[in-house]
């Protein structure tokens, strides 16, 4: 983190609790839940902040509403607009809804339908979704422009302090529902909307709790910026983690984040994909990828939680159904249980049953298999995905390949290859 911090007045507690009166009836509270099972396996006393629970499904209404709630009535006349793909689209919805105020939506033009329906349901005939471009930035210019040209409120998803105030609201209700001390809060960071106004109410109610800021390795935006001393846009980035996965984070989201964020964890993608699952199949929790950032970076600090008192946010829970096989597939890789790879096999009768019977383990699977039979040669290369019951087990399977003279080539780590051929 950079010590070149610029001072910037934080959102005050009183403009928070303000926020907090705005949502009443619009964002419901919240629950803050003990987790006896990882509790015990962390050694410390977990506690999950439920956003995933709220009304829209992420705490992405409590600013976009408590922003359109503070603009001037003569301006909320000529309409409001937004830019996502995602959890603001539908707060803004929501909102528009809520106060009956015409919005437009501006999603890019590949989002899932499912998206956009969702959109649609909770702005009813209040919302108008203009799919533009392929991506978020396409989306964002065309509805900065639309508000520019046509006089209407911008409701910007995370660099507005009406917005960090409404976000703000998920730390006073955490402060309220928590009857000990803190030590540790975890929040995702995507432009950092939510981290600069829980941390900025933590900062002056409870300064001794150590705001831990949580993004994908794959979107660094905002550690980044904070090594730098100042906003970064990334170049490139994995978009997997899409409720926290930004270029740059906002400028006044990071002046904010210098002063209250006092750590950084970068969380892989795939670990993320476990903690889905592992929050599915063992709590019965269903979140979207950025809701299990903080969940997955608690592997990361397990020494420094021990005995202490510990808060995930789990920001939210849009996940779509169709993303469930990539998630287990992303989470095998990671979890070092699954292994492509390229194989020359003899072209003779019996080299494939050669291979199951002298090379495969007992509980080692083939789980994918392209071979295209070449007649004028002597050998053909095949694509093969092996899943393994243990990571172990995989150094014991290139020990047999290597014994049965196999050609073979791993995809695994290099990119890619891989990401031409699986």
Known sequence: ???????????????????????????????????????????????????????????????????????PKDKLANGVVCASAGNHAQGFALACQKMQVKGKVYMPS???????????????????????????????????????????????????????????????EILEDCNESLDYVFCAIGGGGLVSGLGSYFHQLSPNTKIIGVEPAGAPAMYESLKA????????????????????????????????????????????????????????????????????????????????????ILSGSNNDITRTEEIKERSLLYEGLKHYFIIRFPQRAGALRDFLNNVLGPNDDITHFEYTKKHNRDSGPALVGIQLQQWEDYNRLLERMQASKIDYQTLNDSKMLFDLLV
């Not at 209040?126 to 509805?143: I, K, R």
């Not at 476990?274 to 997955?296: D, H, K, M, R």
């Open 110 to 172: 590949v989002t899932p339908r499912q998206k956009i329906k969702k959109v649609n349901l909770f702005g009813k005939e209040w919302v108008e979704v203009v799919l533009t471009g392929d991506t978020f930035d396409d989306a964002y210019h065309e509805a900065v422009r639309d508000a520019e040209e046509n006089g209407k409120e911008f409701i910007h998803p995370f660099n507005d302090p009406r917005t960090i105030e409404g976000q703000g609201t998920v730390g006073l």
């Open 229 to 312: 001393g100042e906003p970064v846009t990334l170049e490139h980035i994995d978009s997997f983690v899409d409720g926290a996965a930004v270029r740059r984070v906002g400028d006044l989201t990071f002046k904010i984040a210098q002063q209250v964020v006092d750590d950084m964890v970068l969380v892989p993608e795939g670990k993320v994909c476990s903690t889905i699952l592992q929050l599915y199949n063992e709590e019965g929790i269903v979140v979207e990828p950025a809701g299990a950032l903080t969940v997955a970076a608690l592997d990361f600090y397990k020494e420094q939680i021990k005995g202490k008192n510990v808060v995930c």
């Open 1 to 71: 983190m950079s010590t070149s911090t610029t001072t910037t007045v934080l959102p005050s507690v009183e403009a928070i609790y303000k926020a907090k009166m705005r949502l009443r009836g619009v964002a419901e509270p919240t629950p803050l839940t003990y987790n006896y099972h990882m509790s015990e396996h962390y050694g410390c006393r977990l506690y999950f902040k439920r956003e995933d629970m709220q009304v829209v499904r992420s705490y992405k209404i409590r600013g976009a509403y408590n922003k359109m709630a503070t603009v």
